[in-house]
């Protein structure tokens, strides 16, 4: 009758709302919550407040970011001439794992997706323009997913940019590093004998 | 440079601490609670806090409660000459789910498992022979996991109740209903032969 102690239901609630969260684990968090020390407990509600409150979008690149403008772009350090055009904050943590990209990033948050209703307008396009203006631009890299939203995203992107005299770039496809060719897909496969490169 | 958003972080490292929830799930649910409604992030907070402040043990079961004694306990359709062992409050929610078990519960709060550390002072088990005076109790049954550490203090158990002149009975193993035959593992099947029933 777990479901009659209505502050244990209610927590298991608020887990089982998040993305990828089923009745089970939620409950299985719910319970686990339960079973921390107090000031755990007290530490994990002030984090779900100090992040919800402290954390906005940086106001050129649209990150996240606990000041105006994000680490990134604040830095001498990075190069102002190639941008980095993901659609998930998520995305700049992982090519930042790479250390290899050394140009700033664009978040669109999103991808455009005729059947969620998400269209260009609920994506950071705006501020990606925006971002042109000054001309220190010279090479926009589009790092979307390689999904078909993705792809299309970047294709309308790439439709809008062109014309405004930046080069535009994409992801290379092919074989991830580390797999085995027996288990590539077709497409993927087509894709790295597509773009092969000699040796 | 994610990492650089204390606030983040934080959060994501308090997911992280939760059980079964690993570094990448742990980033996809902050980053989730960024997203939030502000009002929704504060409720989730406030269900934390609420959860963690107003649940303790039932004073009889050990089972999550926001009373003294909870709702089964409590209740006047319950039959206490039956008594039903488990691991875990989630199992209480399993069993009553069922709709067929109308006797009264005890939650050990674990398993006897000494690679652990844990041992039978560590569980309910005084909380458990408490129950036993007054006599109204007939019938204990071990409904502990099908585990190894399960049926271990399941015995243990069983050797502690059964001198005081209470039957003791465990839950039957078997083929679970739904299951393929073929996809069964041999000690189940082996136990859903010894204790086939007579049709």
Redesign the interface.
Known sequence: ????????A??A??FG?????GRK?A????????T?E?G????????????????RRCALCCD???SDI???CRSAKRDPATLCVVE???D??AI?RTHEFHGLYHVLHGVISPLNGIGPEDLTVKELLARLEGGALQEIIMATNPTVEGEATAIYLSRLLLPLGVRVSRLAYGVPVGADLEYADEVTLARALEGRRSM
């Open positions: 009758m777990e479901q009659q102690i209505a502050p244990l209610r927590l609630e608020q709302a998040l993305p990828g969260v684990s409950q299985r968090l719910a319970h686990a919550v339960i921390m107090e755990k407990a007290k530490a994990f509600a002030e984090a779900i407040l100090s992040a919800r409150e402290t954390i996240w970011t606990d994000c680490a990134i998930d904050p998520r700049v943590a930042e």
